[in-house]
């Protein structure tokens, strides 16, 4: 009897996230194959959403909207901030910085331009406003 996932099944699978174009983004195809448990967060809720119902041995691709994967990209994450604000270390533009919120919530940001006075820093997931394709093949299910 074939198992099929569930919305709280164990899965081992190979899967790619690739860009519209084909571009790879992330693959285990190539490696060791992934294993996860659904329902825990590891995956975005649309992908566990995708995988539900597939079989054993399955393989499928999927193409996902902006807002089925990492969302649209919102202005209002991009926000300037001062360069009083930021570590002293030397920055440069399109590096990734980790900044803390108040409550200590760590978060990162992309730096987009920087100068002496501030910098632009885009908050938004690096795939946001991208559509992307999710290829998978599911190796097991428990």
Do not use: C, W
Not at 13 to 35: C, D, K, M, V, W
């Amino acid at each position: 009897m074939t198992k099929t996932v569930q919305p709280d099944s164990l899965v081992t699978l190979h899967y790619r996230i690739a860009l519209e174009n084909g571009q790879p983004l992330i693959s285990t195809f190539e490696g060791t194959p992934a294993t996860l448990q659904l329902g825990a967060g590891e995956l975005l809720p649309t992908l566990e959403t995708v995988l539900t119902g597939l079989a054993e041995g399955a393989e499928r691709q999927f193409t996902l909207a902006p807002e089925q994967a990492f969302g649209a990209h919102r202005a209002e994450l991009i926000e300037r901030v001062r360069r009083e604000h930021m570590p002293e270390e030397e920055i440069e533009a399109l590096t990734i910085m980790e900044f803390s919120a108040p409550d200590g919530t760590r978060y990162s940001g992309l730096v987009r331009e920087i100068d002496t006075e501030s910098a632009l820093i885009d908050f938004n997931h690096p795939l946001a406003g991208k559509t992307i394709r999710f290829d998978v093949r599911i190796i097991g299910v428990v």
